[in-house]
């Protein structure tokens, strides 16, 4: 007869995240310096342009700067260990980023609909909107990547 404080045999225990250094370069948590430098990139182009459309690239600054801000707080969470305290941080960490994947996604559309706009006007600011566009995308990409890294890790 079985222990009754044992788990059922088919029960699944997440790995625990790593501490220290490891963080940073194990799968999925090695994404969260790429998208926070990405990101941040993305935001100071934008800033950095003189800004033709304010309703697109207001968008973008609002989705880079949010992002930028909560993927760090959950950057420190897992440092700090605060992760620890909820059952459902794997869950809620998936669905952030996803979402944040599609959010930015909106926002590297329009960043790109803002630079090819700005081509006419000037051409330094043509070449930091076609910047911060390539960032937007790659950003993107990394949000993307860790959502389902998480998922299916």
Request: proline content about 7%.
């Amino acid at each position: 007869m079985a222990s009754p404080d044992l788990p059922p045999p088919t029960s699944y225990a997440p790995p625990e995240v790593p501490l220290g250094f490891l963080l940073f370069i194990t799968i999925p948590y090695a994404f969260f310096l790429p998208e926070l430098i990405f990101g941040c990139w993305v935001w100071i182009l934008v800033a950095a342009t003189q800004v033709a459309n304010p309703l697109l690239q207001g968008w973008v600054m609002y989705v880079s700067l949010t992002s930028f801000l909560i993927s760090l707080m959950f950057l420190l969470s897992y440092l700090f260990g605060f992760y620890k305290r909820y059952e459902s941080w794997r869950v809620l960490d998936s669905l952030y980023h996803g979402t944040t994947g599609i959010l930015y996604m909106s926002a590297a559309v329009l960043q790109a609909h803002a630079t090819i706009m700005s081509e006419m006007n000037d051409l330094k600011n043509y070449f930091i909107n076609t910047a911060a566009s390539f960032f937007a995308f790659i950003t993107t990409l990394l949000y993307i990547l860790h959502a389902f890294s998480i998922y299916y890790h």
